[in-house]
């Protein structure tokens, strides 16, 4: 089965998965027990701003990738947020845009899930007992983050302990109750962090949302759906001015 990720949460990131190799057991991390699988092609750029113009050139090179081109995709992956306006708008888009083209389904992962399975990764790597809980902080922009607390659901899935929120990061501190942190909002504002290593020091992750989606898909059963639905916990940045509207 091949799949195509896209996050558009803060940055952009592209990848091309194999998950064929997922239906064996022996197909496992064998260091957190995490499903595995096998990246074709990526590709990432860390500009904030330039989503539209960076999607169409990244997917067209991950697209005709050698190992890419010769078999078709079988579903498309999107991040749909809490994020920035611009940027996950875009990504939804051109997953649609693939999705239909290809006549392929599209899914969609919740960006601080898959940032939280990437935390809990390499809490498994270092030894974690499995029971740890992570505060998720991710960047919104206008000195506020995205914030929600996880426990692990299995090797591949999370579990959230909150509605994800817009907060400033003071008031994300005092969420608490937590064993890590994880999110670029941590690195933004270091405090939130509390003398603590930063896990997944990123706004989302291609590859843990495929993993994320595949667990929610196999619990679904036949002809599930994750819907592709953007999560905006805001209005856009951009607003026309009173009385520019259409006139009707």
């Not at 960006?111 to 498994?124: H, K, N, P, W, Y």
């Not at 996880?150 to 994300?172: H, I």
């Not at 059963?221 to 916990?233: Q, S, T």
């Not at 805001?234 to 009385?243: I, L, S, W, Y």
């Amino acid at each position: 089965m091949r799949i195509l990720s896209i996050d558009s949460s803060l940055g952009t990131q592209l990848a091309v998965v194999d998950t064929a190799e997922a239906v064996d057991a022996a197909d496992t991390d064998s260091a957190t027990g995490r499903r595995a699988l096998r990246v074709l092609t990526q590709a990432e750029q860390t500009d904030t701003r330039r989503h539209a113009e960076s999607l169409g050139q990244m997917l067209s090179e991950s697209l005709s990738a050698p190992d890419v081109a010769d078999c078709p995709l079988d579903a498309v992956v999107a991040a749909i947020g809490p994020a920035p306006f611009t940027g996950l708008r875009a990504g939804l888009v051109t997953a649609e845009v693939v999705g239909r083209t290809r006549g392929v389904p599209v899914h969609g992962v919740p960006s601080l899930d898959a940032v939280a399975r990437a935390a809990f990764d390499e809490i498994a790597r270092a030894g974690g007992g499995g029971g740890e809980s992570v505060l998720v902080v991710t960047d919104a922009r206008r000195h506020e983050v995205y914030a929600a607390r996880y426990r692990a659901r299995g090797a591949d899935d999370v579990e959230p302990l909150d509605s994800p929120a817009v907060l400033a990061p003071d008031a994300a501190v005092r969420l608490g109750g937590v064993d890590a942190v994880a999110g670029s909002g941590a690195v933004l504002y270091p405090h939130l962090a509390a003398g603590r290593v930063v896990l997944a020091p990123v706004s989302g992750d291609p590859a843990a949302q495929i993993r994320v989606a595949l667990t929610r898909l196999a619990d679904a059963g036949p002809g599930g759906v994750l819907p592709a639905e953007p999560l905006y916990l805001r209005h856009a940045d951009v607003h026309m001015p009173a009385g520019r509207g259409r006139t009707l």
